[in-house]
């Protein structure tokens, strides 16, 4: 069996402790053995050691994503999304793309859900070493009511097209979840609200009765149930009915939060995506439009939030990544900046959301995102504090050494790509071209 013996680094164990300088953290193939102070390692026939110097270094749990959409592509619009995406492209693009987020520092990640079914696929792969990636939980399709999610008239009124599940009555809803089971889901995901073009902001498209049959059906199979909720009611109905993890719990109100905090259920609020678009949307051509639907909801829901978490709520930190506005290997730290942002969170805090508390978003809580004997070896070694400056963590370039179940990750840059044949939408003009613009001066 291989050991590393990471040496005289400054630990950050993931549980919100003080930094532990000069502390070694041995690993012996995929597990952490021991962490403590001139750890002595003795070669032998059978254990061959390699030794790391951390010196001046920080080593702490490998981060964890708790929401991505590895299959997505990086789409712009949910035209290119819903109608320029084929199942064997999307495969190889995924496993791809997945490499990615693994040099992004990310070691573990739940991707919630995706088109063609191909998340679990790619977990099997990773898993089976056929892909290098993290460690990874996989959902399937989004289950939606005919009213549909956030692609408007583009989700049908049955049958699946992109991310999309759309069930029609209990009989469906029972026989689509035990389907995606079978064809191997971790989780499954509602989405409870949903965009349409006639109503402003997303409005709940499945009953508190309707949300029980998902989860009645999947708890009954071992299988957790996760909702996307942009609205009050559709949080409270959510937690009401069983499920297991929220996300965004956008607006919340006095009801929901107490139902949240009396029943404990973790959020992922999700804000990254919020937070690049009125950050830096203007820098990537976001419209404002696109800006205005998500207008206050950080700084709204945000308190609220940190009201649940200061009374032991888990807050879960997912990058959204999969969309042209955030980038796979690019954002997977940004919900931590945004924690201590706009929530007043310390880095050590946000950095025990994004490890340790995230562990729980993948069904694996004392198995992963801690620097401790025992669990997997998970390990980032970086240049510079985040304890202090969180940041650090969006910063590839500061990072020297990876560790992904015990093994060694190459941390060079995935080279680029060009765009596949069809990949994207292209249209003959931004505007119209009228005559008063032709001849305009």
Not at 49 to 56: E, I, K, L, P, S
Not at 163 to 170: G, L
Not at 375 to 404: Q, T, W
Request: with cysteine; charged share 25%; aromatic share 6%.
């Amino acid at each position: 069996m291989h050991a590393v013996l990471i040496s005289g680094g400054n630990v950050i164990d993931g549980t919100g402790s003080q930094p532990q300088p000069n502390t070694d953290v041995l690993i012996e193939g995929d597990r952490i053995v021991a962490v403590g102070k001139n750890l002595v390692v003795e070669k032998s026939s059978e254990r061959e050691v390699r030794r790391v110097d951390a010196t001046g270094l920080t080593v702490m749990p490998g981060l964890i994503d708790a929401h991505t959409h590895i299959t997505l592509g990086e789409p712009r619009t949910n035209d290119e999304l819903f109608l320029h995406r084929d199942p064997a492209t999307a495969a190889i693009l995924a496993a791809y793309n997945v490499r990615k987020v693994l040099r992004a520092g990310v070691t573990s990640m739940f991707d919630v859900d995706g088109i063609f079914n191909i998340g679990p696929a790619l977990r099997d792969s990773i898993k089976a070493g056929v892909v290098e990636g993290p460690t990874m939980k996989s959902g399937s399709y989004a289950l939606m009511t005919a009213v549909g999610g956030t692609a408007g008239k583009l989700i049908p009124d049955s049958g699946t097209a992109g991310y999309a599940e759309v069930v029609r009555n209990k009989e469906e809803t029972v026989l689509a979840v035990r389907r995606q089971v079978k064809d191997g889901a971790d989780c499954i995901k509602i989405h409870v609200t949903g965009s349409i073009p006639t109503r402003s902001g997303e409005i709940q498209v499945w009953t508190r009765e309707e949300l029980k049959v998902v989860c009645d059906t999947a708890h009954d199979l071992g299988v957790r149930v996760t909702a996307h909720c942009r609205g009050d009611k559709a949080t409270l109905d959510s937690v009401m009915a069983g499920v297991d993890i929220i996300w965004h719990a956008s607006f919340l109100g006095d009801a929901s939060l107490e139902a949240i905090i009396d029943k404990k259920v973790p959020v992922g609020p999700v804000f990254t995506f919020l937070a690049n678009l009125s950050e830096f949307g203007h820098k990537a051509g976001a419209t404002s439009s696109a800006k205005s639907i998500f207008a206050g909801e950080l700084e709204n829901t945000g308190a609220k939030l940190r009201q649940a978490y200061d009374a032991g709520v888990k807050l879960l930190c997912g990058s959204e990544s999969g969309f042209s506005m955030t980038p796979y290997g690019h954002w997977h730290a940004r919900e931590m900046e945004v924690f201590v942002k706009h929530l007043g969170m310390t880095p050590l805090q946000a950095i025990t959301c994004g490890t340790k508390d995230n562990a729980v978003a993948l069904d694996e809580d004392g198995e992963t995102g801690c620097i401790a004997a025992g669990y997997r070896a998970d390990v980032l070694v970086l240049d510079g504090d985040p304890s202090k400056d969180i940041s650090l963590l969006g910063d590839k370039s500061l990072f020297r050494h990876l560790f992904c179940r015990g093994k060694n990750i190459d941390l060079s840059p995935i080279e680029p790509r060009a765009m596949l044949r069809g990949e994207q939408s292209s249209g003959w003009s931004d505007v119209a071209l009228t005559r008063e613009l032709a001849y305009s001066k």
